[in-house]
């Protein structure tokens, strides 16, 4: 089975937009984050949506509940976490799909990952 994330012509100017952040953001994060939402919304002549994005729920299975955003975001309106995020971006279902995929993987590489992080850490030890 192939497993592909297609990410149309559409959301060429939305990627450029996109940067890197940890899932568990200080306030002062927040804030900046949210200063530059209201920013590319401003600089827009057309409509466009705006989100803070986090690929995975570091509180999963309970919803992401950080302290640090409370009254700075709109969690319904400027949040996509996890499958909400990854099926904007691929269609429905791809975040199924990607699991089904990182299992793949995960079984496929286990042994190989387990004998890396023994060699590593007996070369390490015997530092």
Do not use: C
């Not at 089975?1 to 559409?10: A, E, K, S, T």
């Not at 002549?45 to 950080?66: D, G, V, W």
């Amino acid at each position: 089975m192939v497993y592909r994330l297609i990410l149309r012509r559409f959301f060429k100017p939305l990627l450029t937009n996109l940067s890197k952040k940890t899932v568990n953001l200080n306030i002062d994060v927040f804030t900046k984050s949210k200063t530059k939402l209201l920013e590319w919304v401003a600089r827009r002549r057309s409509p466009i949506k705006i989100f803070l994005a986090f690929p995975y729920n570091p509180y999963h299975p309970q919803p992401y509940e950080r302290f640090t955003e409370q009254g700075v975001l709109d969690r319904r309106k400027e949040f996509l976490i996890g499958k909400e995020y990854w099926d904007f971006l691929g269609g429905e279902n791809t975040f199924e799909e990607l699991l089904i995929l990182f299992d793949s993987v995960g079984k496929k590489f286990k042994e190989k990952i387990r004998q890396k992080i023994q060699q590593v850490a007996k070369e390490k030890m015997s530092k």
